[in-house]
C-alpha cells in the first residue's frame, strides 16, 4: 500500500526557515516523480515544486521560486522541502503527492500545515 | 502559463441527482486533465486522469469527458458522500501545473 507521511510543519517567523519530509512507502520511490502541492487555508489548490525520479531536474512555481529547495534521497525513500525566507503568504497546508497517470498525482500524504507569523 | 476555469462556484444538489461540472483551459491541454476531490481536513483524492480515465477503486458514477480546452466532470447520481469540492488540474504543460479554482458541490 502506498504511504506517504510529511513531516516538519508548524510556526515560524517571517524570514525564517523551515525543512519539510515526506517518508514514502509502499512503492519503488525511484520509479516516480515527486511533488510538493499546498492549499492555504479556506483556499484552493497550488502547485509548488517537482523533481524527476533521479533527482537531476526540479522545477518551481514562480511563487516560491529561489527561496524552496526541493530534494530527494533516493536510498532512504524522503522527499524534502527546503524553505527560506519564508512569508506570511507561504500560510499553508503541503502535501507530498505520486505522480500517477503520467502528470496527475494518485497518492497523497495527510499535509502539513506551515504558519509564518511574528 | 495555461489558467484553468471552473463552473459553477458553487452548486446545490439533491441527493440522487445529477451533477455536471465544468472546467475549462486558456490553451489546448490535449487530454492531460485531472480531476480531484477534496473533502474538508482531507488530502485530495485523484477521481479522473487523462480526462476520461477514472482512477482505480472511483465508482462508475464519476465521469470525465472532453479534450482541447472544454472539459466536464459528471456525477451521475450524487450520494451523500459526493458533497465536496472537486478540482481540475492540468498537466499538459509543466512547469507550472495549474489547477482550477474548484467547484463545491452541495446539499
Known amino acids: 500500500e502506498v504511504e506517504l507521511v510529511e513531516s516538519g510543519g508548524g510556526l515560524v517567523q517571517p524570514g525564517g526557515s523551515l525543512r519539510l519530509s515526506c517518508a514514502a512507502s509502499?512503492?519503488?520511490?525511484?520509479?516516480?516523480?515527486m511533488t510538493w502541492v499546498r492549499q492555504a487555508p479556506g483556499k484552493g489548490l497550488e502547485w509548488v515544486s517537482s523533481i524527476i525520479s533521479t533527482g537531476d531536474s526540479m522545477y518551481y512555481a514562480d511563487s516560491v521560486k529561489g527561496r524552496f529547495t526541493i530534494s530527494r534521497d533516493n536510498a532512504k525513500n524522503s522527499l524534502y522541502l527546503q524553505m527560506n525566507s519564508l512569508r506570511a503568504e507561504d500560510t499553508a497546508v503541503y502535501y507530498c503527492a505520486r505522480e500517477f497517470g503520467g502528470g496527475s498525482w494518485g497518492f497523497w500524504g495527510q499535509g502539513t500545515l506551515v504558519t509564518v507569523s511574528s | 502559463e495555461i489558467v484553468m476555469t471552473q463552473s459553477p462556484a458553487t452548486m446545490s444538489v439533491s441527493p440522487g441527482e445529477r451533477a455536471t461540472l465544468s472546467c475549462r483551459a486558456s490553451?489546448?491541454?490535449?487530454?492531460?486533465l485531472a480531476w480531484y476531490q477534496q473533502k474538508p481536513g482531507q488530502a485530495p483524492r485523484l477521481l479522473i486522469y487523462?480526462?476520461?480515465t477514472r482512477a482505480t477503486g472511483i465508482p462508475a458514477r464519476f465521469s470525465g469527458s472532453g479534450s482541447g480546452t472544454e472539459f466536464t466532470l459528471t456525477i451521475s447520481s450524487l450520494q451523500s458522500e459526493d458533497f465536496a469540492v472537486y478540482y481540475c488540474q492540468q498537466y499538459h504543460k509543466r512547469p507550472p501545473f495549474t489547477f482550477g479554482p474548484g467547484t463545491k458541490v452541495d446539499i
Open positions: 490553451e489546448s491541454v490535449t487530454s492531460k
Open positions: 487523462g480526462a476520461s
Open positions: 509502499g512503492f519503488k520511490f525511484t520509479s516516480y516523480e
